[in-house]
């Protein structure tokens, strides 16, 4: 049964989106060794956009090279990057979403093999096969991965000012919104979590401390990135681990984040230990999305798990959140929105192909 809230409009600041099903960012592996997306991304992104997601949102893409997770992510840290995720954007708005890209940076989780060579995400790359040492908030690594340097003051600096960067990039290659990535055991979430922030300065410790980074980059982001366009957060509700993220410290930092004018809180969990065990089960992220919401009073989109369009259908019908952040059910299926907008697909057909209809 097509839900009756998918196909409704939107309003972010001065962007409309024009339903509430979304593609999350999910990483390809397919950039080139400069950075720029390839035939392969206009394909995947573009595929998507025709089928029916109102928002389509770039892979998360790297600040700068040594903030990659591999040699082959998307970047937007130079010119020659713009130029290229201009035409992706542009492609994506041309088929009919909102064009977003999400920006990175790994922290720990840097200098891996892409998934289908050796042990793949498990799997650090060697200095002298082309890998480099990761930077975090403490020297601990991830899993198996390399050890990472601790960062120092100027290394701290240095991020905030690499996302501004970023942003400014990816507003000059068109993009509609931008999101921030600080979830998934990545650097940010490394800073919020005191399973991987072990510091004693300024930026390790309490929570108030934990949150100075992630906070100082939503706030330069906000300031770079224009006015009348929407800035998101991905988030952890929890990292499934005792000792780690819990819901009361997610509610914190969320509220801290709308103060600072975030716009839209991605709500996901987990992934920061590798011992965790995060419950398998459909829309694990929902009830969390909610209460985020209730706590906050801006606009929310749970991801993960959420491949069962009848329960998709039903969050948008029956909960309180805004959106649903869709992802491997859309790597299977390019028409998954357009399945659950029903009799109101031909609004979100692009234009120029009504004719086929």
């Not at 224009?226 to 800035?231: A, D, E, F, G, L």
Request: glycine share 10%.
């Amino acid at each position: 049964m097509p839900s009756r809230n998918v196909a409704q409009p939107l309003t972010l600041r001065g962007l409309e989106i024009p339903n509430r099903i979304w593609m999350s960012p999910m990483c390809q592996y397919s950039a080139g060794p400069d950075g720029v997306p390839t035939s392969w991304h206009t394909v995947h992104y573009v595929s998507r956009a025709i089928g029916g997601a109102g928002i389509v949102m770039v892979e998360s893409t790297a600040i700068g090279p040594r903030h990659r997770t591999t040699a082959s992510d998307l970047g937007l840290w130079n010119g020659h990057q713009v130029k290229a995720h201009s035409k992706l954007a542009a492609d994506i708005r041309g088929a009919g979403a909102v064009a977003a890209v999400q920006l990175q940076s790994a922290g720990r989780k840097s200098s891996h093999k892409v998934p289908w060579l050796g042990g793949g995400q498990n799997s650090p790359v060697a200095l002298d096969e082309g890998g480099w040492i990761p930077m975090a908030p403490s020297a601990r690594p991830f899993g198996n991965l390399t050890v990472p340097a601790q960062m120092t003051a100027g290394d701290i600096d240095e991020v905030v000012e690499d996302f501004a960067h970023a942003a400014s990039n990816a507003h000059e290659a068109g993009y509609d919104v931008v999101e921030i990535h600080a979830a998934h055991g990545y650097l940010l979430h490394q800073f919020l979590s005191p399973l991987s922030n072990h510091r004693e300065d300024d930026y390790g410790g309490s929570l108030e401390n934990r949150m100075r980074l992630p906070l100082r980059v939503a706030q330069a982001v906000r300031h770079t990135f224009p006015q009348h366009k929407p800035v998101f957060v991905r988030l952890t509700a929890t990292d499934w681990i005792d000792g780690g993220i819990t819901l009361d410290e997610a509610s914190i930092f969320a509220r801290s984040l709308a103060g600072v004018g975030i716009d839209l809180l991605d709500v996901t969990s987990g992934a920061l230990a590798v011992d965790a065990q995060p419950p398998i089960r459909q829309g694990l992220n929902v009830e969390f999305a909610e209460i985020l919401r209730e706590q906050t009073g801006i606009a929310v989109a749970p991801v993960g798990q959420l491949s069962n369009p009848d329960l998709v259908g039903t969050i948008l019908d029956r909960s309180t959140v805004d959106a649903v952040i869709v992802g491997r059910a859309l790597l299977r299926d390019p028409y998954f929105a357009l399945h659950l907008l029903g009799d109101h697909f031909k609004a979100h057909w692009p234009r120029q192909y009504h004719r086929a209809l």
